[in-house]
């Protein structure tokens, strides 16, 4: 693959109405998180501080976005009973709901009748799409982006079926 794909920030500071992200994987093996997640293993307790060196960027992205009429929104499709990572992963939801991002988490058992893209995905605008690929232990692999109107669609139905069956963060327990 040979296109350059722009990165998740730089296509949300040029949206103009819309980000959705779709996440489907149950843990991720991020090497940027690997010391949050540690020190969560170890002490049980998340840094929510959205100043911190480790949220800072994208609070400051997401506020952003926000305040000049964006509405982003995430949905996670998960297994239940959760995985660590996901336990993690919801430890620290509250700072990107806090910042302006609207997340719903949905268990696998209700995507059975869905048709949902292979791997987790942004649509800015409903018509840019950023695919993630990660490797088999979770780590981030070379990602993909398209402007194909039909794989915009398709993203675009997957995430709003996903968001419709969702619960809202707040009442989503892990």
Known sequence: ???????AADLLRAAKTSAVHLGLRDSYGITRESEALKAWRE???RNVDPESDH???WVELIQDAVSRGMVV?????VSE?????IRYEHAGTSVIVGA???VRWMPHWLASSLALP?????LFDGRLVRFNHFTGEGASATPEYTEDPAIAELCASA????WERGSPHADYAV
């Open 1 to 7: 693959m040979s296109q350059s794909v722009p990165t």
């Open 43 to 45: 002490t049980g307790t």
């Open 55 to 57: 949220w800072r960027s």
């Open 73 to 77: 929104r995430r949905a996670r499709v």
């Open 81 to 85: 009973p959760v995985s660590e990572y």
């Open 100 to 102: 302006g991002e609207q």
């Open 118 to 122: 292979g791997n987790d995905f942004w």
């Open 159 to 162: 995430f709003e079926a996903v």
